[in-house]
């Protein structure tokens, strides 16, 4: 049979994520024979809810978002809706009171651009269920798209013609109670098959466990719903109203919302998977059946199962994969018998030196002296700062002996300082050494890019961790750090010694200027004095080449620096965010093991030591756990790109896309065919347990028909000879009986084509075939055995294909009378209250106005009463009320005459020939049309004047004294209190005082 889920609102966009995970653990993998058809179309008006990225659409991290064909976003701006309510008149009540002012209230309300909660927010007091018809209504044609499309693929998948369509909703929910009978009836006024049957699941408001409550009108609005859905039971817009709601059938709350949203997706699923109706109900009927229809019926079900949880095991084991992948990429640690681990290995220390000089960070690289391919080109380096200072020397040496002795050491200080300022290198040691930051910043982002390169390619090769990344870059800059005070140092003496050189410079030239060195009397000191000035002339330019170069060098050594502690902190970042990532895996990983207390596991066979024991085999022995991490390592830096670096990896690794990446690929290398095992072993741990104990199986048994408790309670006194319940248990087949081969014993008879075999004269060419003796090893009973054993439970019993390792049991409750369910009769009670207290607009909760819909449940005519005589009370102190002669009968009568605003008489209204008659006859009238004119008056400005007061509280007083006077003798007394207790409330009313 094809299967159609119809999700309104977001509870049947919940359900469906919930059904889609179950699906997808269970028959992943499946043949195509096995897997149910089954399609889906949501409706929703919460563009969040149906986003791509919105959350719960994902399962171990991978999408399982329907198309977006299937996915129905209802929206609408002002202009579209002004258009549909100009053509269709008779949708002009859903956004104002008999379709009055329509126009003004479609601008008061504005575009359906946010959740329908939200757009009705703008219409206080106004019942969205009516807003959602007017959706309903502009998409219908695409609602009817989205579904017809859906059961053509159903069709073109199957030869089974047969559909059922699940409509899920939830009375309480804003969008779901208000599409819901609309689509019903949409449904059937256009079938999308020919033998179609549509099923309703739905929820009714109810506090959560966490202290939620629904919203004060959700528990009016889901009572109107419900009085609806009786009359489409009665026209058979369905078949079947699944209802569910948080007290159970023994009167206990075992389940919270998201608790029954997940158990309404496991007994969807379990209706879906199999070929035939699991509880054998009727025949599906035609939608447009001849002749008399047959009605639908209210039902509610319970399930309960004892099975190994694929779904948890996929995710605990896919985590764990997960983790040493995270592992091996953080520390790259292998220890034997546990893996890769989260900590990491004592590494030795390893020589910087070759790293250094191949990164651009040797000493040579920081004095400019050994030329970077990435901007030097193969330009050769130049000649040292010696050399250079030699080669000049060499120049001015040669230059000063064409001068006059008397002016050598001069001109010669004059070249040394001209090679300073200009000669030295062609440019001067200050254009030399001074360079722009800019030039120095290439140099070190050149340098800062080799690092990063060869770091990550040793750590995506696994020569290197991400860790011993980190480290290694902390090495490297606190190398870098150690260099600076020397060569601050260094620079100090330097700038020292050419101080000092420079005095003596000065003694020297003024020595040589003075009178003896004048007349050229002493030659011999002339020359010894300029060989001296030479040597200090070079000590003096070197020492301030060296210093200026020392400063280069130390200005290059802090944009390097800058540049590494970038890198150091994108690494650092990378490892952050894998560790926060391996924290939230981890976490996950245990969140889905099965609890420690087995009474807690909710029907789980798999337990931690079993996991643990598939986790060795699965995940962590060597063999698998090196292979695996192969592939996943592999594939992580493939969608990283080959352009890849630690800055875009801690961007890319703290992300959602990537985390589900990583997740899916993980759980695609544990797929459920792998998994297979652990669910066998956990089924057949089970059942050698409840063959072991002797009252194993009755206590498990009774525990799961504890569990398997009806989602909805009922009165049995009111319910009785209309209720049918059913059960059914699946349990797997049991196994056949193993054949064991027995080749050696006494039971192996030999066949020889010669002698026997224990002949010692036999030659070659004779040979002895042993054929073994098959012997039969019985299986132990299987669970459907067991079962028929016990006389507490004795259910219907369906076996299920073998090795399918589970037990599944099923109940049903059908033909539930509304008016008998506890739930129901507190909503009675809730919309009574409303009704009472609203006016005219009680009538605005149901979808017609002018519909008669039955009643589920008595009326309290006596509160309506007591209500009537207040609200005639107040209308003839408002004056609202007048008494007249009616010219047919020439009796008194009261009249409730409507003035416009001029004073002018609208229409007049007979309500009897009194108060009492009023009260009696006209209850809903006056609940409503003259309910809300008294709660105008009311809320005038001068109502809390004492003036005022006193003067409503005299009229009223009269009023009542007629009445007494005018009733008999023996109704006096009763209708004084009656009245009385009315005028009491008019006046708490009038007060503006609560009223009970």
Known sequence: MNHLFLGLGGAGVRVWQALQQRLQSRLEGAPASRRPAIEVVLLDTDARALADSAPGWRVLGVCSMPPVSQRVLLGADTEALTSLLQARTELRSTVAPDGQGWAARLQQLGAFDAPLSQVGERLPGWPTRRLGRLLLALHQARV???????????????????????????????????????????????PPAPRCVVQVHVELPDHDSAGLYPAPLAEVQAYAALRELQVAAQSGLFELCFLGAMTDERGLQPFDAAGREHRLADWLFHRMAEATDPLALPAPAPVRAQGAVRAGEFAAFGLAERAADRHAVRAHLSHELMLRLLAQLRYNHWRAGLGFVTHPRVTGHESLAELMNAWGLSDAHFQLAVPLPEIDGDTLPSLSIEQEWQMLETHFVGLIALVAPSRRINELRRLFDQGLSERFRGQGIEAVFDQPDHTLRRRAVVVRQRVENSLWDDWR??????????????????????????????????????????????????????????????????ERDLSEATALLREYALARTRSSAITLSLRLLAEVQSQLTTLQGMVDGGEMAVATLAEETDVAATATLPPLN??????????????????????????????????????????????????????????????????????????????????????????MRLHGESDAAARDLATLQTRASIGLAWLPAVAAGRVAQGELLRVPAPPRPDPVEEPDGEEAVAEATGSAPDDPETDGEQ???????????????????????????????????????????????????????????????????????AGRAALWLQLD??????????????????????????????????????????????????????GFELDRLCLGRGPLDAVEQARERVLHGLHDEVTVRLQARDMQQPAVQTALRDAMRQRIDLLRNQAPPEQRDTVSREWNEAARAAMKLARQESVQ
Request: with cysteine.
């Open 461 to 526: 090769q696994g020569r290197r961790a991400l860790h011993e990344c980190g480290q290694l870059l902390a090495a490297v800059l606190a190398d870098l750090a150690d260099r600076i005070e020397p060569l601050r140092q260094e620079q100090h003496g330097l700038e020292t010694q050419a101080t000092v050189l420079n005095r003596q410079l000065d003694a020297l030239e003024q020595a040589a200027s003075g009178p003896l060195q004048a007349l050229g009397l002493l030659r011999g000191v002339r």
């Open 849 to 902: 106005d002018e519909a008669a819909l039955p009643e589920l449940l008595a009326a309290d005519v006596q509160a309506q009463k007591a209500r009537a005589r207040t609200v005639v009370l107040l209308a003839e102190a408002f004056g609202l009320l007048r008494e007249d002669i009616d010219p047919v009968s020439a009796e008194p009568v009261l009249l409730h005459v409507r003035l416009d605003e001029d």
């Open 144 to 190: 009817r798209c989205a579904v017809d499309a859906a059961v053509q693929a159903l069709q073109a998948r199957t030869a089974d013609k047969a559909l059922t369509i699940h409509v899920v909703a939830h009375l309480g929910g804003t969008t779901g109670a208000a599409l819901l009978l609309d689509m019903l009836a949409l449904l059937h006024r256009h």
């Open 767 to 837: 040979t002895v075939v042993l054929r073994p003796v098959t012997r039969v090893v019985p299986a132990l009973p299987g669970v459907a055995e067991l079962i028929h054993r016990i006389n507490r439970l004795q259910p219907l019993v369906q076996e299920l294909p073998e090795g399918q390792g589970e037990l599944v049991l099923l109940r049903m409750v059908r033909g539930l009378p509304l008016q008998a369910l506890p739930r129901v009769q507190e909503l009675h009670l809730r919309h009574e209250a409303h009704r009472l207290q």
């Open 598 to 687: 087995a009474a807690d596991a909710d029907g789980r066979l798999d337990t931690r030591e079993l996991l643990a024991h598939w986790r060795t085999q699965l995940v962590t022995r060597e063999s698998v756990q090196r292979e695996h991490l192969r592939v996943l390592r592999a594939g992580l830096f493939a969608q990283l790109g080959e352009q890849a670096n630690f800055r875009i990896f801690a961007q890319r690794i703290g992300e959602q896309e990537t985390c589900d990446a990583l997740l899916a690929a993980c759980a695609k290398r544990l797929p459920p065919v792998a998994l297979q095992p652990v669910v066998s072993a956990a089924w057949d741990a089970w059942v």
